[in-house]
C-alpha cells in the first residue's frame, strides 16, 4: 500500500484543473470548468471539473474521480502507475513499496520485444523459409519486414516458450503475457505455432501483442490469432500502425480492415495507413484517431461483413469532429489488392476522389432498388430521407434534398416536407430514449435489492445511503454521528458500505477522508458514483438535520430480525413485549 500521507501530498501537488487542462480544453464556468469528455464521443460538453472537491465528473458517460482516477483512466494504467505518473509530473520522488502489478508490466513489456526477435531470427533461419516465402508472395520487401518487425513462430510446441525461459523468464510471467498457454492436463504449450507474426506496437514503440497468420490450411484456429488482452494490451484501444502513422505530418488517416493492407500501405507510400485489432472499431479508438487525424477515409473490404463493419465506423465516427469519407475499392476486394494491380498513382487518385460519408449512404440505399420504377423510387427516398435525418447540417439536407429530387423526378418541397417529419420523429425517439436511460441511469439502476423490501422504499433508503457518503465527505464532523448508528454492512450497496466503513476507518487513523484517499482501495465505478453524488451535491449545503434524516431513513429500512439480534435476552422480551403492546 501506498502511505496515505504520500497521497496527500500528491494531490496537493497536483490541481485537477492544471492537470486535465494538458489533456482536455476545459472552459471556465463560475467555480467549476467544463469541456468535452475525453472518456467518450460527444459534441456538447458534459464534462465537469470541480476545484474546490479537486474531482471530475461526467454526465454524459458517469466517468468521475479524483485526479489519480483521471490519470489512470486516461493512460489506461493502474493505480499505482498513475500515481508514479503524477508523482513524476509534480517532481515528487516515487513512492517505495512493493509494486508486483508494474513489475510484471515491465516484464510483459521485456518478454514481447525479446519474442519478437526470437520471431524475426526464425524467419531468417532455414525453418522460417514457408514464413519468408509468404511475405514475399505478398509483396512485401525486405525493408518493410524489417520496419514492421514481421516474423515466423516455429512449428513447435515448446520452441518458443524454451527460448524465452532459457533468457530467464518463469512460466508465470510468460502465462501473464499470453505467448504460452496451460493445456487441460496443466502443461504448458506455445500460442503461436507455425504462424507469420505481426508485432503490434504501442504510441511508444513497445511491443504490446502479436497477430499470427496460419501458413497451414489445415491447422487449427482461425486464418489469424491474435495475443489474448494482458497488462499491456487493450484491443479495444489500441490501433495497429498507429505509432507509425503519428510521425507523419498529413492529418488525413486512412482506416485499413486488416493488418496487412495497413503495411501495404505503408510500403506503397500511405504512411497514415492504421487498422483495428480482431475486432470492430469502438469508441476508444476514435477517441485515438481524433488526437492525430482531421479526417478518416474509411478503407474496409468490399464485402458484405466490410461494409457493414463500414457503416458501423461512420455512426461512431459521426459523433466525432473528425470528417469522415469512404472509399469505393472497383475491381479489387480490399485495398492491398487494388494496388498490387493498378498501382500506387491510382489508389492515390482513388484516395482524392472518395464520397464522404453522406454520398456513401446514398449511394448504398440507392443501389437497393431500380429507381426506375415507381415502388423502387418510393423505397429509396424512404432509405435516403432516413441517411439525410441523421447528424447533418441544415445546408448539407438542402443541398442532398436537392439531389435526391433530382434522381427521383419528385419535387424538392415534396421532398423537404418527409424530411422535416422524419426529423421531428428521430428527435421524438431521441428524447424518449434520453428519458429511458435517465431513468436506467438514476438509482434505481444502480441498486439490486430484494423484491421483498419493496421497490419505492429501497430507492428512498438507497438515496439515503448515496447523500450519507457525500454529507460525510463533504464535513467529516458528520462522521463520529454517522459511525455510532450505522456500518457499511448496513448499505443496500455494497460498494457504497464498503467506502463508508473505509472513511469512518480513514477518520478514526487521523487522515482526512476525501475522493484521493478512497481511490486506491475502492473499485472505479463505487469511485464514479460517488464523484457523480458529489457532483450533485455540490451547491448544497447538507446541515446536521439532513444527516439525521438519512440515518433515520436507513435504520427504518433494517429488518426487525437484524434489530432483534443485536439484544440481550432480557432487552429482546421487554422490546418483544413492547411490540405486543404497541399491536393491542
Known amino acids: 500500500m501506498i502511505p496515505h500521507e504520500y497521497i496527500e501530498e ?78 513524476a509530473r509534480a517532481g515528487m520522488p516515487l513512492p517505495e513499496e512493493d509494486d508486483k502489478t508494474g513489475r510484471l508490466r515491465s516484464r510483459i513489456i521485456s518478454i514481447n520485444k525479446d519474442t519478437a526477435r ?29 520496419r514492421f518487425g514481421l516474423g515466423y513462430a516455429p512449428d513447435s510446441f515448446h520452441a518458443t516458450r524454451d527460448h524465452l525461459m532459457g533468457l530467464g523468464y518463469t512460466e508465470d510471467e510468460l502465462l501473464a503475457s499470453g505467448i504460452i498457454k496451460r493445456s487441460q492436463k496443466g502443461n504448458t504449450f506455445d500460442f503461436f505455432r507455425n504462424r507469420c507474426m505481426i508485432p503490434i506496437f504501442d504510441l511508444r514503440g513497445n511491443v504490446i501483442a502479436f497477430s499470427g497468420r496460419k501458413l497451414d490450411p489445415e491447422q487449427p484456429g482461425g486464418k489469424y490469432v491474435n495475443s489474448p488482452e494482458t497488462l499491456v494490451y487493450k484491443k479495444s484501444r489500441t490501433l495497429f500502425a498507429l505509432n507509425f502513422a503519428k510521425k507523419s505530418q498529413e492529418k488525413r488517416y486512412i ?16 504512411t497514415t495507413a492504421v487498422a483495428g485489432c480482431g475486432t470492430a472499431l469502438t469508441g ?24 457493414k463493419a463500414t457503416r458501423r465506423a461512420i455512426e461512431l465516427l459521426s459523433a466525432s469532429p473528425i470528417k469522415v469519407s469512404v472509399l469505393n475499392i472497383p475491381n479489387a476486394k480490399d485495398p492491398d489488392e487494388f494496388i498490387k494491380k493498378f498501382g500506387r498513382e491510382r489508389f492515390e487518385m482513388l484516395l482524392n476522389g472518395s464520397n464522404n460519408a453522406i454520398e456513401y449512404e446514398l449511394l448504398r440505399a440507392k443501389e437497393k432498388y431500380d429507381i426506375t420504377t415507381p415502388d423502387g423510387r418510393v423505397g429509396y427516398i424512404k432509405d435516403a430521407i432516413d441517411v439525410l435525418a441523421g447528424r447533418i447540417t441544415p445546408t448539407e439536407r438542402d443541398v442532398y434534398a436537392g439531389r435526391l429530387a433530382e ?4 419535387a424538392k418541397p415534396a421532398i423537404l416536407n418527409q424530411l422535416s417529419a422524419a426529423i421531428r420523429a428521430k428527435d421524438k425517439r431521441a428524447e424518449k430514449e434520453r428519458e429511458r436511460r435517465l431513468l436506467e441511469e438514476g438509482m434505481g439502476g444502480r441498486i439490486s435489492v430484494p ?4 421497490g419505492q422504499k429501497a430507492l428512498g433508503v438507497a438515496f439515503a445511503e448515496q447523500q450519507l457518503v457525500a454529507a460525510v465527505l463533504k464535513n467529516p464532523d458528520y462522521i463520529k454521528l454517522a459511525a455510532q448508528r450505522v456500518k457499511g454492512e448496513n448499505f443496500l450497496d455494497a460498494g457504497l458500505g464498503k467506502a463508508f466503513d473505509l472513511i469512518c476507518r480513514l477518520a478514526a ?13 475502492l473499485p472505479e465505478e463505487t469511485v464514479s458514483l460517488i464523484s457523480r453524488v458529489l457532483a450533485q451535491n455540490y451547491d448544497i449545503g447538507l446541515c446536521t438535520q439532513d444527516v439525521e434524516m438519512y440515518l433515520e431513513r436507513m435504520e427504518n429500512s433494517r429488518p426487525v430480525s437484524s434489530t432483534a439480534g443485536e439484544k440481550t435476552a432480557a432487552e429482546l422480551a421487554d422490546y418483544l413485549q413492547a411490540l405486543k403492546d404497541k399491536k393491542t
Open 10 to 87: 500528491l494531490v496537493q501537488r497536483s490541481d485537477i484543473v492544471d492537470v486535465v487542462q494538458s489533456y482536455v480544453q476545459l472552459r471556465h464556468r463560475g467555480r467549476t470548468h467544463t469541456g468535452l469528455c475525453p472518456f467518450h464521443n460527444e459534441k456538447t460538453p458534459s464534462f465537469v471539473v470541480y476545484p474546490e472537491t479537486q474531482s471530475f465528473y461526467c454526465f454524459g458517460c458517469g466517468a468521475g474521480g479524483d485526479v489519480i482516477t483521471f490519470i489512470k483512466k486516461i493512460n489506461n494504467v493502474d493505480y499505482v502507475e498513475a500515481v508514479k505518473l503524477l508523482a
Open 118 to 146: 526470437f520471431y524475426f531470427k526464425s524467419l531468417n533461419s532455414e525453418e522460417g523459409r514457408i514464413g519468408r516465402a509468404y511475405w514475399r508472395g505478398r509483396g512485401l520487401s525486405d525493408a518493410t519486414i524489417k
Open 255 to 270: 482506416l485499413c480492415e486488416g493488418n496487412l493492407d495497413a503495411i501495404s500501405m505503408h510500403q506503397a507510400g500511405f
Open 284 to 307: 476508444e479508438q476514435v477517441k485515438l484517431l481524433s488526437e492525430y487525424a482531421n479526417e478518416v477515409v474509411l478503407c474496409y473490404d468490399s464485402d458484405e461483413a466490410g461494409q
Open 407 to 410: 434522381e427521383t423526378d419528385v
Open 451 to 454: 423484491y421483498s423490501q419493496g
Open 509 to 521: 487513523a487521523g487522515t482526512y477522508p476525501d475522493l484521493s484517499a478512497l481511490g486506491g482501495e
